[in-house]
């Protein structure tokens, strides 16, 4: 069955460290891949998608992820952490052939410590 | 360009009630998803509505039903409540079928006590 793993559920960095978050995904066809992010009681927001070419992507906020077939990974990075990354990552597999169903990780809560 | 917007943001309903929850797609959008999100959890797919016909359903009980309309709006009923319904619904569109590309409105909290 199609699946994501979020193998890390917190994360705490510090502020101006690097960051990465990992994502290995289990799908037999080619994954369509995003990272998206959700702040307490909010609605979830697109950072990034994969969907074909360069595999390594850029998003928003300064945010880019690698996709390495080899390694059914989609890990998320960014160079220097802000106070206000803090929030919660979710990685996701899109499934075309059941109607662009998304399944989602667990999600990894980071923290970002002054 | 308006973006996803549900209704209502809280809910608390009592065990054995009925509720329904609304969803307006983003201008242009023919395709709306429904999502459970338990607490701690990431979102489950409870199905897909996409030119007012169902599209795709996760693994939810038929109680669970839904609702496309000829503006796209949705709706997603949930008869007959138990306590663990309790979670965020969430409502994504997207542009057209073929596309996965979802937005996400800012859910609505349901609480069954």
């Known amino acids: 069955a199609q699946s994501v793993t979020q193998p890390d559920i917190h994360i705490t960095v510090s502020e101006g460290a690097s960051l990465e978050l990992r994502c290995n995904y289990s799908y037999g066809a080619t994954p369509y891949l995003f990272w998206y992010v959700q702040s307490p009681g909010q609605g979830l927001q697109l950072l990034l998608k994969y969907f074909s070419g360069d595999t390594l992507v850029q998003g928003i906020k300064g945010f880019e992820a690698e996709f390495k077939r080899s390694q059914s990974s989609f890990n998320l990075r960014k160079p220097s952490v802000h106070w206000s990354d803090a929030a919660e990552y979710f990685c996701?597999?899109?499934?075309?052939?059941?109607?662009?169903?998304?399944?989602f990780g667990a999600g990894t809560i980071l923290r970002v410590k002054s | 360009e308006t973006g996803v917007t549900q209704s209502p943001t809280h809910l608390i309903k009592t065990r054995g009630q009925q509720v329904t929850l609304r969803c307006s797609s983003q201008s242009g959008h023919n395709t709306v998803s429904w999502y459970q999100q338990a607490l701690g959890q990431g979102p489950q797919f409870i199905f897909q509505y996409y030119r007012e016909e169902e599209n795709g359903r996760g693994n939810f009980p038929p109680r669970f039903s839904g609702l496309q309309f000829p503006n796209y709006s949705s709706e997603l009923n949930v008869n007959a409540l138990e306590l663990d319904d309790s979670a965020l619904y969430l409502c994504?569109?997207?542009?057209?079928?073929?596309?996965?590309?979802?937005?996400f409105g800012q859910g609505t909290r349901l609480t069954v006590v």
């Open positions: 996701a597999v899109a499934l075309m052939e059941y109607g662009n169903k998304l399944v």
């Open positions: 994504a569109s997207s542009p057209q079928g073929a596309s996965t590309e979802a937005f």
